[in-house]
């Protein structure tokens, strides 16, 4: 979430990939160039740090420029379902560690823009990750809880993993579902603690109080906070044997 999240990125990556003995490292970047959009020059930051690959959701077409680079970029892509000609690719697959790795984004359609039916493009695109590796990720950037938890159960069995985002607050449901797929609703936000959901406190309640539109503005003082979570997949089957959540916060 913004520069405040690219911060705590920087500090606490590193850390994790080493306790965790982390292969390969997916975050969602929709909100980190200015808490809206993603920015070249933001993503490869984020590259940089040691995030292998980029996922998205509605906001990643906040900034107009970005739209030439999600289309030549082979790590960055926005979710698929929506409309064929809409730049950028919805899927992609990475190779890691002698593993490949399919990652799939898909947007729900509860209190969100409009979009296909992600449970019928999921199944379809899930088929050809398939035919390509069993390692396979999936980031639900949905709203509703019952719906992503609804396309992780649809999904179970067939990916190694499915995790939310969109929401900004972590789930304290992570688990393994009965055929194997590891689920967590929303791996929550990386940035600003004292903030709501990532902007400044006194706009949002003015919004809510005040019906008053000014722009949000992402909180950049106070602590920080990152959240992942670290799931561990066997090679062979291609499904979880471990899912474990990660919160830290009073970063400084």
């Not at 940035?191 to 950049?220: C, H, L, Q, Y």
């Amino acid at each position: 979430m913004g520069s405040p999240g690219r911060e705590a990125l920087k500090r606490c990556l590193p850390l994790v990939r080493e306790q965790y003995h982390i292969d390969a490292c997916i975050a969602n970047g929709e909100n980190a160039a200015g808490g809206f959009g993603l920015t070249e020059e933001t993503a490869k930051e984020m590259f940089e740090t040691g995030v292998d690959f980029i996922t998205s959701g509605n906001h990643i077409w906040d900034k107009r420029d970005f739209r030439d680079y999600l289309e030549r970029s082979d790590r960055v892509i926005r979710p698929a379902n929506y409309p064929p000609d809409a730049p950028g690719n919805g899927y992609g697959i990475f190779d890691v560690e002698g593993a490949s790795i399919g990652v799939l984004n898909v947007m729900g359609r509860v209190f969100m823009p409009t979009v296909d039916d992600p449970f019928r493009i999921a199944d379809e695109i899930v088929d050809t990750l398939r035919d390509r590796t069993k390692i396979i990720v999936v980031d639900v950037h949905a709203e509703a809880t019952s719906e992503k938890m609804a396309i992780g159960r649809f999904l179970d069995g067939r990916v190694s993993v499915i995790y939310g985002t969109h929401t900004h607050v972590q789930t304290a449901d992570e688990q393994i579902f009965p055929k194997g797929s590891a689920y967590l609703t929303d791996v929550g936000m990386t940035g600003p603690w004292d903030s709501i959901i990532g902007m400044e406190t006194g706009i949002v309640i003015d919004r809510f109080t005040k019906t008053i539109s000014e722009r949000f503005n992402v909180a950049k003082h106070g602590p920080r906070q990152f959240c992942a979570a670290v799931v561990t997949v066997d090679r062979e089957t291609g499904l979880a044997r471990d899912v474990k959540r990660i919160f830290m916060r009073g970063i400084g």
